[in-house]
């Protein structure tokens, strides 16, 4: 079986970094919020180039922690995808904003700039683009309309650690951006965790204070904030999986273009599309197939892996529908039905993608 991601692929040098790490902690006794989380933060804001990194429990929380921070709450709606994971618009509910969706562009599964600027009504208080399976999404008319209207942008980068628009890593284009390091993601821990970059001191601070039950100075608590912090076991991780997150961002750019070279000729398939304005860092491999779900069944019987994200789009969601019944996005309904994701990981090598593309081709000419 060629598997989605493989999590537990053996680097021997990173393990040891890692069990070194692990060791002077538990001998330390500081678990939480401790040097090691202090040092990440401080390594990857230089990493990004942003002037603050702040970081939480999750990636979810990362983004609830922005919105808050920001000051965006009951009464101000934020303009989103509908095509993203939960997370993205479970945050904006959670501070009570209401989300306001405006369609994707089918080419780059990202926010259309376009229905962003008609989504628009004097509650907007914020423009939320996800850079989705590890591309960046088109920033610049983003950032342009957010001045205009003074609004705030903020950046879900959960999926696209390292990618960058213009030059600029993502997460440091918007007044926040917001990051999680699930295992799963380009840069992954061994557990739950997220982080929010900015520029702004002030920002940072606040963002310090509603992480840690809203103290800046214990035992005083001046805001109701969250438990949301990093463990120190959890920054030893991270710390050293930045030292090589570079590197494996190009090595799943090189498996994407292994596929696209054996893919791009069969015409019932649409590879990714790669903005030229920007870097992708293929947190997923996402093609989009007409009967999808047969061309999956095809895949595992012949012992490929593959999955959807996502066959729901986010205003059809069961704890959403009812306020959005009335309401179509048709980019993003008709990706839904037809997107699929095949593994990808930095170690796929070239004769398991020769696999996944000959099997592929083969499913298709079954189905
Ligand atoms: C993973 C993800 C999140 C949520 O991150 P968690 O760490 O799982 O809370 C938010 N948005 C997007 C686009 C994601 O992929």
């Known amino acids: 079986m060629i598997p989605m991601v493989d999590l537990a692929a053996a680097d021997p040098a990173l ?3 890692i069990e070194e790490g692990f060791r002077k902690v538990m001998a330390s006794g500081r678990f939480v919020l401790g040097p090691n989380v ?3 933060e401080t390594e990857v804001a230089a990493h990004l180039g942003v002037a603050q990194a702040v970081t939480c429990a999750s990636g979810t929380d990362a983004l609830h922690l922005a919105l808050r921070a920001l000051g965006v709450g009951p009464g101000d709606e934020v303009i989103t995808s509908p095509f993203s994971f939960f997370g993205t618009v479970e945050a904006v509910r959670q501070v009570g904003a209401v989300p306001v969706f ?17 989504a628009l009504s004097s509650a907007t208080r914020a423009i939320l683009p996800v850079h989705l399976f590890g591309q960046p999404a088109a920033l610049e008319p983003l950032r342009a309309l957010a001045g205009r209207h003074r ?4 950046e879900d980068c959960a999926q696209a650690f390292g990618a960058a628009r213009g030059g600029h890593a993502v997460g440091t284009l918007g007044h926040a951006g917001c990051f999680s390091f699930y295992p799963s993601k380009n840069l992954g821990g061994y557990g739950d965790g997220g982080m929010v970059t900015t520029g702004s001191r002030d920002l940072a601070e606040r963002l310090r204070a509603l992480r840690n039950h809203g103290s800046v100075q214990p035992p005083l608590h001046q805001s109701i904030g969250l438990n949301s912090r990093l463990d120190e076991l959890q920054a030893v991780v991270l710390r050293a999986k930045l030292k090589r997150v570079d590197e494996r961002n190009l090595q799943r750019r090189r498996v994407a273009r292994a596929y696209a070279e054996r893919l791009s000729r069969l015409p019932a398939v649409q590879t990714p599309w790669e903005d030229p304005g920007g870097v992708h860092v293929y947190h997923q491999y996402t093609l989009q197939v007409n009967a999808r779900d047969a061309v999956r069944r095809a895949l595992a019987s012949r012992g490929v892996a593959s999955a959807v994200h996502y066959p729901v789009p986010l205003h059809r969601q069961p704890a959403l529908a009812d306020a959005y019944r009335e309401q179509r996005f048709p980019v993003a309904e008709a990706v839904a039905q037809r997107c699929l994701s095949l593994p990808m990981y930095p170690e796929l090598d070239d004769l398991r993608i020769d696999f996944v593309a000959a099997t592929l081709e083969e499913a298709l000419a079954a189905g």
Do not use: C, K, M, Y
């Open 15 to 17: 393990q040891r970094e």
């Open 102 to 118: 405006a369609d994707i562009d089918g080419a780059t599964f990202n926010l259309d700039p376009q229905r962003v600027a008609e």
């Open 151 to 154: 609004l705030w942008l903020i």
């Open 38 to 40: 202090q040092a990440f």
